[in-house]
Every structure is written in structure tokens, then in C-alpha cells.
């Protein structure tokens, strides 16, 4: 693909209400959409909203261990039926006029009642949504006749099979208002091309030279990257000494960092073998599973719309993006990470190294850009996002310049176009595929 072909990523895929409200109807109400994990509801009664765009959803735990999940709107008069974000109840009230629902959207309660045509008691009850559980998470499509999740998944949910998805718990949450479209967020996640400039770190511990990098994108928009982990980057000049990350993994798994003093880029393997050999005394029983790539390397899905889920041995950072309401110039972008192994090298790092801060289901907090620290991954990130959408309002703007290695994110955008011309979601072939290892 030449580079001036991907000059079709113009201004008004990021700005535009009409581009906006057009791809609601065709993308967001047509495909499969993660909302939460299920540990997140362990109980009956147990519920989380989540602001989908111009929705509100209730997820539910049923009293016979099921997920239901609603349209968060009372059916007399279209009130919003629960404000709070996540919490427990025996049954939801309306606020309004006091109608009541069961957990499984059943109408119970109709204040004068006998004054309705029909009692509303038995006949009226909440609108529900298309949910299926997969990998721990709860998935929704608001269209009804939509292919299965796992059919929509394809190829990349066998990928995922390897991990301990359903035993994970989220040990830290950040919900940030941003002052850009989820689709400028969503291309961020589509690339490791970046990390060298606004990630400068990651260096340290990661291999982001897209020679390194294993990329398989699928028909339907899907994609997987996989980057060398526990290893500095080439980029770093010859001699770099190994930064604090390794060292502190090395020593993790009874490793010195000294013995790698001129064979920097050897830590990778020796992590693989030692973790192997190590594994199973640790408790970390879950590593059977997982190849030895697994233990060490990131594997990056990016789910088609919305969802960029980071997996490496210990667990996964969930990185989302919906939109704000009906402004295209804002979007919800989620930052969560979830572990089956609390006291990992990536769970403490992920919760900025305190111990104290490792804990089950920690609640999610919502922040405006700008106002509250955004934790290790997304505060790297956010300033850029939002400097780029004032970037596609400008007249300077003349259009995306990809390299090869950005190809995800035109691919990405081709399944946008594909769906709001009318096109099904249940292209699963992979369009290509490249092994740089």
C-alpha cells in the first residue's frame, strides 16, 4: 500500500457530529462491545453501569449466577433508573415515581398501578440487551441479530484461551474524561511506532522496533502485535545499563542484575528459563499454559471497535475508548488493570509499586483530563491525544502520513468504512500477517 493512500483519514472521521451520529447507528450498535469483568459482579444483586456513548447500560449478577444486562432506563417514563456507578441491590427503584424492578428487569411495583390500561405488574420490564460472557468478560451488542461473540472474535479468541482470563481481578482503575474523539485514542493503541518518543521508558523494558515486532491483522478489524519484553530496546545506545524495571524482575525471579553487566539483551531469555524452572514453586501455576514467548513478550489485541487488551504473563491492561455523549471532540477513555498473581512484578508496577494498593476489584474513579494523576501508562499518552485532536481542527491538517508499520490503524479504519457503507461484521480471514522475530 503506497503512502499517499492513507491520506483518507481526514479531519472529519474526528470532528464531524454528522461522521459521528453516522457511526453510532452503523459501528456501535452493530458490533460486540466489553463492558466489565465478571469478578467485578460476584454476587447477586451486584450491578455496574457503564456510559456507553449516549447509553446507559446495567450489567447485573442474577440470583442464579447469570449476567443480564439492560438499557439503564426506567420503562414508564424513560427515567434514568440507577445514577451510582457500580454497587449491590436486591431490586432497582426509580427515583421518579418510585416503579420497581427485579434483578432479572421484571416490573414488581407500579405506584397505582390500577389506574394503567394494564398493570404494568407483569407485563412491563426492562429492555435487555444481547450479553454473553467469554474470557471473564461481559460482551453486549445492541443489535439483536448479530452473529455470537465467539464467531465475532474468531482466530483471536482461541489467542486468548491461554490466559487465566476468568480468574483475573482489577487491582487499578482509571476513568479519564478526554478532550478528543475514541478513535484518536483507539489509533494510539494501534501502534508501538510512539513509545520511543512519548514513552521514552519503555525503552527499558520493552523491544519497540517494528523489525521485532510479530503483527497479524484480521478482516473484521481485529489485529495482534507481539513485542519483545524484558529486554531494553536496540535504540538505547550500546553499553545502556539495565534499567530499573529488569533489575527489579531479575531480582524478582533470583537473578542478579550484575551478571548481566555487557549482555544486556540477555535478560530475556534467562527470565524465560528461570521463570519455567520457578514457576510452579511460586504458585504461578497458570504458566503451564503459557509458551515461553508468553512469559516474557507482550501480546497486544486490539478488538474491533473499542478495546486494546495487553497481556504478558501476570495479567492484562484493558485500555478502552466509547464516546462522550454526541460530541465527537470528546470520548471516556478507561486505563484498568487486572492480575491473577497480586504480588507480580507487573502488578506492583502497575500500581506504582506499593503493595497497599493491590487490592481486589479496587473501584474505578472518573477524572477530567487534567485533574488527577493518570497513572503510569496514560499519562504519557493523554497530553498527546489531546494536543492531536486540536491538531484535526486545524486547516493544517491535510491528512494521515502512515508508515508500514502504522498499518493497523488503516486497517482499522477500512472496517469503519466497511460497516457504515452497510457491511457485516464477520469478515474473520486474516488480511496479513508478518513474523519480523
Not at 483471536?156 to 480468574?167: A, C, F, H, N, R
Not at 492484562?316 to 512484578?345: E, H, K, M, Q
Not at 482499522?412 to 466497511?418: N, P, Q, T
Request: aromatic share 10%; hydrophobic share 35%.
Amino acid at each position: 500500500m503506497g503512502i499517499e493512500q492513507h491520506r483518507s483519514l481526514d479531519a472529519k472521521r474526528y470532528t464531524s457530529r454528522d461522521f459521528a451520529e453516522r457511526e453510532w447507528e452503523s459501528v456501535w450498535s452493530r458490533n460486540w462491545l466489553l463492558l466489565v469483568h465478571e469478578g467485578e459482579l460476584p454476587d447477586a444483586g451486584d450491578f455496574v453501569v457503564s456510559k456507553v456513548g449516549r447509553e446507559s447500560i446495567l450489567s447485573v449478577r442474577q440470583d442464579d449466577g447469570s449476567i443480564k444486562c439492560f438499557y439503564n432506563i426506567c420503562q414508564h417514563r424513560g427515567n434514568q433508573l440507577v445514577t451510582t456507578g457500580e454497587g449491590s441491590l436486591s431490586a432497582f427503584t426509580c427515583g421518579y415515581h418510585g416503579w420497581k424492578y427485579a434483578l432479572d428487569g421484571a416490573c414488581t411495583h407500579a405506584q397505582d398501578a390500577e389506574d394503567f390500561p394494564v398493570n404494568p405488574c407483569g407485563t412491563l420490564r426492562l429492555a435487555d440487551i444481547r450479553c454473553e460472557v467469554l474470557g471473564g468478560f461481559v460482551w453486549i451488542n445492541m443489535d439483536p441479530d448479530a452473529i455470537d461473540l465467539k464467531a465475532y472474535l474468531g482466530p483471536v479468541w482461541d489467542m486468548l484461551q491461554t490466559y487465566p482470563s476468568d480468574q483475573l481481578k482489577r487491582i487499578s482503575g482509571t476513568s479519564v474524561r478526554m478532550p478528543c474523539n475514541w478513535k484518536t485514542a483507539m489509533d494510539n493503541f494501534h501502534e508501538s511506532y510512539h513509545i520511543a518518543a512519548a514513552h521514552p521508558i519503555g525503552l527499558h523494558y520493552m523491544e519497540d522496533h517494528y523489525s521485532k515486532t510479530q503483527t497479524t491483522e484480521f478482516g473484521n478489524g481485529h489485529a495482534v502485535s507481539i513485542n519483545h519484553g524484558s529486554i531494553q530496546a536496540e535504540r538505547l545506545p550500546k553499553g545502556t545499563p539495565i534499567g530499573p524495571q529488569i533489575a527489579q524482575e531479575l531480582i524478582e525471579w533470583g537473578l542478579d542484575p550484575a551478571d548481566f553487566v555487557g549482555r544486556e539483551r540477555d535478560t530475556r531469555i534467562a527470565l524465560q528459563q528461570q521463570k519455567r524452572a520457578l514457576a510452579a514453586s511460586k504458585g504461578m501455576d497458570h504458566y503451564a499454559r503459557l509458551s515461553d514467548d508468553q512469559l516474557t513478550d507482550p501480546y497486544h489485541f486490539t478488538l474491533f471497535p473499542n478495546s486494546a487488551l495487553t497481556f504478558n504473563a501476570d495479567g492484562v491492561l484493558l485500555l478502552r475508548a466509547t464516546p462522550d455523549g454526541d460530541d465527537p471532540n470528546r470520548c471516556i477513555l478507561d486505563t484498568w488493570f487486572y492480575t491473577a498473581a497480586t504480588g507480580s512484578f507487573w502488578a506492583k508496577m502497575l500500581t506504582n509499586g506499593a503493595d497497599d494498593n493491590i487490592t481486589d476489584n479496587v473501584p474505578r474513579d472518573l477524572v477530567e483530563y487534567g485533574e488527577a494523576n493518570l497513572g503510569p501508562i496514560l499519562s504519557d499518552d493523554a497530553w498527546v491525544l489531546a494536543a492531536q485532536q486540536e491538531g484535526f481542527r486545524s486547516r493544517g491538517y491535510r491528512g494521515a502520513v502512515l508508515a508500514r508499520q502504522e498499518s493497523r490503524i488503516a486497517q482499522y479504519h477500512a472496517m469503519i468504512d466497511h460497516m457504515m457503507a452497510g457491511g457485516s461484521a464477520a469478515i474473520l480471514a486474516p488480511l496479513s500477517s508478518e513474523n519480523s522475530k
